[in-house]
């Protein structure tokens, strides 16, 4: 007996195929998981059970959720089931609720629009099903408003939401990819106790087949908007039938292989650093404080590839700014090669054309009305004998070659170029003038797992043919551990502990280290089954 | 290109075409008075009547459009050189005391009521075209600052922008290289929407009688000089506010036109 | 129906009007609040006023008025001898604010006889005095309201002050102890529109029942062709001239002067400007006055006659100047056709729009101007032309003494020949532009009657003012 | 919240002070010598001057700007040069005029506005948002004198509903003074209507797009319900941004509008008050203005937090 049934669904968006005659059942108390790399029409799938998709959509098929086809309901009929039967969690929780009305309202809002229960009950079980995420109304009061939760507990606020009326079938569309591992952890582990408590079924959607190998009953792999493979999670981890499924498990786990690091010299140092922002203002008191980063230190030998992990807003970006001289510390000191970054209150350029780096957006990281070899060859301006002509040109064809474009792209604009492309020019950008040190902050985190791994492989060909020394920056555990020697992990602006990757992994002293690494959900081995 | 920016851009080339040809052409001259032809309405002679004092409206018409762009246009000039290298320069020193300087300042020109120090300042300096022109430019250097300022606060934020500082770029050239081709279009769009504004601003100056001065014609004039006259010759009061709707209009339209032409994400979407 | 609300271009600074020039204030208040001991009419002879008749002495410098019984201030104080005294006396004073002190500064002393009697020595004869008596500047106040007479006029007239919103309106109650007839309007509402599309707007929804002064010439026909209105169109004592600074090269060259007075259409400014409404003048008097000398054809229309003129002079290719527009649209209409009509001579004169104050300052007291168009309304005052100071500028020893003479003379038939030659004399000098007689237009509702159709001064006599039924 | 009010206010106070200096001065440089106005051509020089000495004008200039502004503080705004009255009573009688007329304008420019905006954003792209749409651009595109012209003309002169002008006086009843002020807010609103209406749906248009407006769909409201629940409420804060310049607007454009409707209000005041050189009134009333511009915006500011509550504990 199925909750949810998908059958044939073909959806088209003017003249483009979202969807192929898609296929999806859901039964109660099962976790089905749908996954599949950017795009594939996950999204999609779940929009078109709730009938929210874009008005230009047109579909066939069926959508059938206990014996109602969903499809040749009413509007006004849809929407009664929404909300009531169907409850849905989306990816951004800083964005899924409305700023201006109370977290408390919001939840009721629920429970009142479809008149399910008086205001006075309404509020009771808001509170009910607040605690029940996690939120007990002492400590977050219905009044508080969502700019005054994090991340994480907003993604509660929503799911709350979501479960108000106890409907039948949740689906969350990648409900925890914008959050820490650790709060990914407790959202996960909260939707799976509330399938368990009542008996519904989930629908998730998520590109991490870490995540969905922890979490579903059942799988649906799905490539340019149809299914190629699904079933029970054991029985398809074991077999991976599909090569598609076969190509994004492998690209998930994907190790590189880094040449051996060279003896131990020292290039950066970073002494006892501190960075201090001011809050806002305080009319009738003394300037407060953020300190972001916290008495950091920590050495870089040329040819050492340094991973630094930790939560979202602990600190890195801001260590990689100071360490590029971008930011003036508070106190300690960075030096490159023997050299201050800054010199007095001035950034040091003799030290930063040492220095380059690569960003997390393939897609903000480019002025748009540049075309390619203007771009990659900005840093030049750090050079006091810059290329010029045909030295130039063949300066910028070896770079595009080195990062497995073609020389001919420099002459594109930016957006001709997909997300991994734009990474390799960034790469292109950061290579250019030969810099002694590269960071990367965040390069792979928005990449697809495919095109994450080709963008991996190619850092360790250039270790090989550029001797790289880079700073790597991830939230992403399994990713530092591929592709660095050495690890930091920082935790609110202080380095908790570091050292080899492989020991750090294997054997991590501090309890945060441990914490995190438990957190992070993990692929299946292959061939094996999962618990 | 949407229907808004062809109408628009064809209305509006036409109020610009019209002022341009009167440099060499009008059916009549626009300054000669014919007293005993006074008050004719539209006919075949005089396509747009005569007013008052026997002159060809169609001529004064074309003529005055020459006096409506030219404040504008000016007054916008002088809005945008000034505005934008603030509102640049207070992204750019964000948060400093002259961000704070430059949006204080900004607070306090949006706080004067446009019309009111316009007014002062022709009532001081002397009614005319010139001081029209810079008390209409004078209000037209916060709107640009704040557009340039906000737009190009974003942009720092953008990571191409830190790249460019990784490259040892400083923020004057960051601003030129970088923010100000960006912002272009919006402030091209911003560009039309004040030089509408100062359309509609030069009439109501020269309607009380403190824009351009006789024999300069000029449409806000051309109101006034009609008022006593609509209930008898409507034609004197009607063809100069339709020409100042049309040319508005136009500018409006080509405004929304071409923030919906050159929005970058919807011309990415299409590429 | 006993109230009528009646509209005027301009609203009174204050409502004294023995301390400034503004005829607004005259408008107002002339004969209905305050009254002297003469009194103009409506077709501008001088009758009787407070004083009851008089006396003149055979050397005619001694005047001998018996003024009426039973007239009460509105305030209830009687008026006798003594307030004519005080109300001259402050006039003559060194420190009065008189803007016509020239009217009295041929008074040697006044003297009360007894309450009902006062006489006037003069310094010397003058023809003129019965008539300065009957200015609005020579009203008889009571001391004791002095202070505050600007806000709150209290006066012997048939009319009390009531109210005054400023920006507005001010509203007069007919006053029970007036020592004259009962008048038929009992109250009174002025309003002040200065805008001419206002003021039409307000008459043709019959918000105002009467507009005296009416601005807007051109909708005259309107309210003609409509029968719930009634057009009165009488003249007034202003003179519409094209100023000219006599002193500025090039107009202290009479040749460029006269070339001028060809240059300019006197019939298409009183079309173009005013409708038609209007009486071409050819000197600086008022045509409607017996002593009237037609001189328009020695300046008749002939830009011809004009360009010679102009080539004699030295400025065959014409020359440039500023023309001063005061508001007033006799004025600024008036000013666009005359420069345009100038233009075709060659003279090149760039229209200058000022207020009033600006005009004061620059043009009036600066002298810093070439041409103006102003009206000057005061009644008989061609005597400008004997005051070089005169913003003008106008500096004719001979013109000077015939003046002089004219004050000496009590003699109407020589007082006629003399003012005619001073006519003459003017023209032939060309000293300004003679435009025309500004008309006085009054609309009104048409059951209204006794409305004064000239304006021989600025007043609105509501006495004689009553709705026919 | 209060630190939040408490900043905006010092700002306010600055912008003020720096205001008032700069109206001085341009009032300061004003050719025209009020005195010789008020006397008239043929005023004597010494009594000229006795005149200049009774009003203050042959101070210092810093001393006449702190008395000024002093007297301001104290509700002395000085005595007109014309008129002789108190300044301060003179303004408060137009400010009876000016403000409700601005007010009504502001009042029914929402009330067009508001429905106008929401109706074309719910229906984006259909017939309705075209049609209102079209009607908002040319509003935007009429200058309201002349639409103002043509309210008379057709309103006043041939059907004869309304005056054509003047004010009845509150003291005639709440009824006929509204009467007369309709149609001056028609010509000042309607053309702020079509802006605000334009803000409205655009603001609206961009609510519409964010995740929280999906969220509520998935809930179970209709998209009318999302609309009003959750759209309306988050799109006001630009709009109350474009209200509280409105309000400016609205007061200078009443200078023009009170022209043409001989309303005898502020903006009548101050053409009056400048042809007639009675700075003191130019002065006071401008700073007026100014003042209620300032303080229009500080409210505004006030109003945000309580609109957008991520405002609230800002400092
Ligand atoms: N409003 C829309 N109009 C047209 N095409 C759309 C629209 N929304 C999505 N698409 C297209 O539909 C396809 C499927 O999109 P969908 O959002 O379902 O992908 P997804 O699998 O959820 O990807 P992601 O992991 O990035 O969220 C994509 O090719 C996308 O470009
Ligand atoms: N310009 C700034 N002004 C004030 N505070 C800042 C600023 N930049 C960062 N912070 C604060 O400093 C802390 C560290 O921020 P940082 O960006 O370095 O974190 P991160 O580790 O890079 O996080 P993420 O993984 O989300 O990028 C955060 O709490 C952040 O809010
Ligand atoms: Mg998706
Ligand atoms: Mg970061």
Redesign the interface.
Known sequence: MSLLEIRNLDLRIHSFEILKSVHLTVRPGEVVAVTGESGSGKSMTALAVMRLLPDTATHTGSIILDDTELLDLSEAEMCRVRGAAVGMVFQEPMTALNPVKTIGDQVMETILVHRAMPPDKAEERAREVLTRVGLPPEKFPLSRYPHELSGGQRQRVVIAMAIALRPKLLIADEPTTALDVTTQAQILDLLKGLVQEYGMGLLIITHDLAVVSDIADKITVMRHGEVVESGPTRQLFAEMRHPYTRMLFEASGHKVNLPPAPAPEPLLSVDNVVRDYPLPRHLFRPQAYHRAVDHVSFALHRGERLGLVGESGCGKSTLTRAILGLEQVQSGKIMLDGEPVFSGAKPNLAVRRKMQVVFQDPFGSFNPRHRVDRLITEPFHLLDAAPQGSERQDRIAEMLSAVGLSPDDAGKYIHEFSGGQRQRIAIARALIIRPELILFDEAVSALDVSVRAQILDLLAELCDAYHLTYLFISHDLSVVRTVTDRVLVMRSGQIVEQGETETVFSDPQHEYTRKLIAAAPVLPEIGKTVA | MSRNLILGGFLSSLVLLAAILSFFWTPYDHATLNIPAKLQPPGVEHWFGTDHFGRDIFSMIMVGARTSIAVALIAVGIGMGLGVPLGLAAAARRGSWLDELIMRGNDLVFAFPSLVIAILITAVFGAGAVNAIIAIGIFNIPVFARVARGAALSLWQREFILAARVAGKGAARISAEHILPNIANLLIVQGTIQFSLGILAEAGLSYVGLGAQPPTPSWGRMLADAQTMVSFAPHLALIPGLAIIVTVLGLNLMGDGLRDWLDPRIRVARA | QTNITIAMQL?P??LDPTS???QAIDSVVYTNIFEGLTRFMGDGSVVPGLAESWEISEDGTQYTFALREGVTFHDGSSMDAEDVKFSLDRALAE?S?N????LFSGIDTVEVLDPQTVKIMLKEPDGNFLFNMAWGDAVIVAPESIDDI??NPVGTGAYTFSEW????RIELTRNPNYWGDQPSIENATF?F??????A???V??E?VDVFTGFP?P??L??FEADPRFQVLVGSTEGETILSTNNKQAPFDDPKVRQAMAHAIDRQ?II??AMFGYGTPIGTHFAPHNPAYVDLTGQSAFDPEKAKALLAEAGHADGFETTLHLP?PSYAR?G???I???L?EVGIKAE???V????W???V??GKNFGLTIVSHTEPMDIGIYARPDYYFQYDNPEFQSLMEELSKTTDPDGRTALLQDAQRIIADDYVNGFLFQLAAITVAKAGVQGLWENAPTAATDLTGVSWSE | MLRYSLKRLLSLIVSLAVASVVIFAVIEVAPGDPASFMLGVNAQEDTLAALRSELGLDQPKIQRYFDWIGGMLTGDFGTSYTYRTPVAQMIADRLWVSLPLALYALTLSTLIAFPAGIYAAARRGKPGDAAVMGATQLGVAIPNFWFAMMLVLIFAINLRWFGAGGFAGWDKGVWPALHSLTLPAIALALPQAAILARVMRSSLLDILGEDFMRTARAKGLSRRQALWRHGVRNALIPVLTILGLQFSFLLAGSIIIEQVFYLPGLGRLVFQAISSRDLIVVESVVMLLVFAVIVVNFLVDLAYALVDPRLRNRT
């Open positions: 609203e600074p204050h400034a020039a503004a420190d604010a803007a016509q002190k020239a600007k806000t919103v400023q920006g507005d309003k529109i200065s805008d001419p599309t206002a039409f707007a307000a043709m929804a918000d807007a051109e909708n026909p309107q298409a079309d173009g508001p209409r000013g666009e056709i420069a345009a009509q233009a229209i200058i729009n207020e009033w104050a600006q004061l300052e620059t009036f007291k």
